[in-house]
């Protein structure tokens, strides 16, 4: 009777860890952002035509005809399917602050804008029936044909893995894996200057067409940085200039103060120090 006591007592505990673990995992829906032309989504073995707000569940796929694109968006990712494209949701789960996103291109091409990962167990994967994409906060682009799969990074980094190989692309870069695809390709090389900016005008289109907000995503590193550079040196050169200028003004005072700044400055006597404080 005791062991048969344990054994019930063993199974009722497992059993609610099971459940109380599926209440925590919390199934995403796939929201339909933007549609062109036509295209359908493939539920339960049920074709529906796809709709502006519809909500793709886990195990849905997308089809688009000659003319269909279907823009799709979850906790800040963003994938766009383009035309002749087969696109599936494999897995969007929410656990805790913990996120696992799958997503298949069986066929055709994709852009995806994959949200920073929140936790070191979230994950976010792209996979073909070559290779697997496991993306890092990136923009990228992906086109799968039946014997090659190929990788374009816009921004970010990912790494993608086939047939035992792994690789790490970053900005800037692309490489193919399949049967197709060619020793050269197979190896990642950088994308030419005027090709990336095909890549990075064709990005910002999906988010135009979509209304998407891109404050998350990183800007082209060459006006980022310049933009950046360029406030830095104004704030910069605005506090030299005050700063200069009350040194000037004032040779007896042991603090100077400036309110349009909120700069304060401390004179040490002897030793030719200034102490400079910006709140």
């Known amino acids: 009777m005791k062991r048969t006591g344990l054994i ?3 199974v009722a505990i497992a059993a609610t860890a099971l459940m109380f673990s599926s209440a925590s995992a919390e199934e995403l829906k796939v929201d339909v952002i933007a549609t062109k032309g036509a295209a359908t989504v ?4 049920h074709e529906n035509p796809v709709r502006l707000g519809m909500k793709l569940a886990t195990g849905d796929t997308v089809r688009t005809t000659a003319d269909g694109e279907v823009t799709l968006s979850w906790l800040g990712n963003v994938v766009k399917v383009y035309p002749l ?3 599936r949701v494999q897995e969007a789960k929410l656990e805790g602050k913990t996120t696992k996103s799958t997503m298949k291109l069986e066929t055709g091409k994709i852009f995806a804008r994959a949200a920073k990962l929140m936790t070191p167990d979230s994950s976010f994967e792209i996979r073909t029936p070559t ?20 990788f374009i990074v816009v921004s970010g980094e990912f790494e993608v893995a086939s047939d035992g190989l792994s690789v790490v692309l970053d900005q800037s870069t692309k490489v193919a894996f399949g049967p197709g695809a060619t020793e050269v390709e197979s190896t990642p090389q950088d994308v030419p200057a005027g090709e990336m900016k095909e890549f990075q005008a064709e990005a910002a289109a999906v988010y135009e067409e979509a209304n998407v907000d891109t404050t998350s995503t990183r800007a082209p590193a060459e006006e980022q940085s310049g933009e950046t550079s360029n406030e830095q040196a104004d704030e910069q050169t ?5 700063t ?4 000037e003004e004032t040779t007896t005072n042991d603090t100077i103060t400036s309110p ?20």
């Open 8 to 10: 019930i007592a063993m």
């Open 42 to 45: 493939v539920r339960d073995e």
């Open 85 to 87: 494209s087969r696109f």
């Open 131 to 150: 290779a697997i994409a496991g993306v890092r906060g990136s923009e990228i682009f992906v086109v799968s044909t039946p014997d090659k799969s190929s």
């Open 238 to 242: 605005n506090v030299q200039e005050v």
């Open 244 to 247: 200069e200028t009350s040194i």
């Open 260 to 279: 349009a700044t909120d700069v304060v400055i401390d004179l040490q006597e002897g030793t030719g120090g200034v102490n400079l404080q910006i709140d």
